[in-house]
């Protein structure tokens, strides 16, 4: 139908935001002089083609991953979230705290549970009060008032920090079941544990948007809100709205193509 609304997804910068649908994308940055720039185009690699149920989020990731090289070969401006030295950093230590936790006493549930709230908390401190927050809360007003039709809030309930409390509980679940292997084999284990636990967490997520009502929804949704409305989203200014809503309509402009 002529009036269906896309499904959207999107990425906040340090002075812009990425918007995407099914086929094509567009990221608006704005520049120190305080000007637009703007970058578009159809997406190379589509993953909203792949259908197979497990084999959906691994792909979307697979997507990011062919889509900021060709974002920032054609807007170099862009200044793209883990780019920023704080960002680093708190990878970093939360890399340092992980191996802590998993060389501790404790239980091996435990360990891989504490290990991905240590990997993930860092992260999402070091976005607290920054031109990336209030961007992130940009992206999620634009696209929500896109979607519903109505002005929402820089909540967004499709946003990815939402996969938050299904991947603790299956990182957990999966590296608990790697930790048996042998010595020789954790290594292609662990990694095994994390491509099934993406694509776990993936269905589940499209369960929960699904039954948005459901208690266990809410329940796994609760750590993800939190992280939002606390922690990685920041009340946009007016300016910085512009520029997301100015991502948006390209984004749409391009994807009448395929409507």
Excluded at 15 to 33: K, Q, Y
Aim: glycine share 8%.
């Amino acid at each position: 139908m002529a009036d269906e609304k896309l499904r959207l997804g999107g990425m906040a910068l340090a002075n812009g935001v990425l918007v995407h649908g099914p086929n094509a994308w567009a990221c608006t940055v704005r520049l120190p002089d305080g000007s637009l720039k703007q970058a578009s185009a159809l997406k190379r690699f589509r993953a909203a083609r792949v259908e197979q149920p497990l084999l959906r989020g691994p792909a979307r990731v697979g997507e990011v991953f062919v889509l900021l090289p060709e974002v920032r070969k054609r807007l170099p401006e862009a200044r793209l979230p883990f780019e920023r030295p704080s960002v680093a950093a708190a990878m970093v230590a939360g890399a340092a705290l992980t191996q802590i936790v998993r060389r501790s006493s404790l239980g091996a549930a435990a360990k891989e549970l504490l290990s991905g709230l240590a990997s993930l908390a860092p992260a999402a401190i070091a976005l607290r009060g920054t031109t990336l927050a209030a961007y992130h809360g940009a992206e999620h007003i634009s696209i929500g008032t896109y979607e519903h039709g109505e002005p929402r809030e820089k909540e967004h309930e499709r946003c990815g920090s939402h996969l938050v409390g299904p991947l603790l509980v299956t990182m957990a679940a999966g590296n608990s079941l790697a930790a048996k292997a042998p010595e020789h084999l954790r290594g292609p284990a662990r990694l095994a544990a994390s491509v099934g636990a993406l694509a776990t967490s993936t269905e589940i997520f499209a369960w929960m948007a699904r039954n948005p009502d459901s208690r266990l929804t809410k329940l796994l949704a609760k750590p993800g809100h939190e992280l939002q409305h606390r922690l990685a989203t920041e009340e946009p200014t007016p300016e910085q709205l512009e520029v997301a809503e100015t991502a948006l309509a390209e984004c749409l402009r391009l994807e009448e193509k395929f409507r």
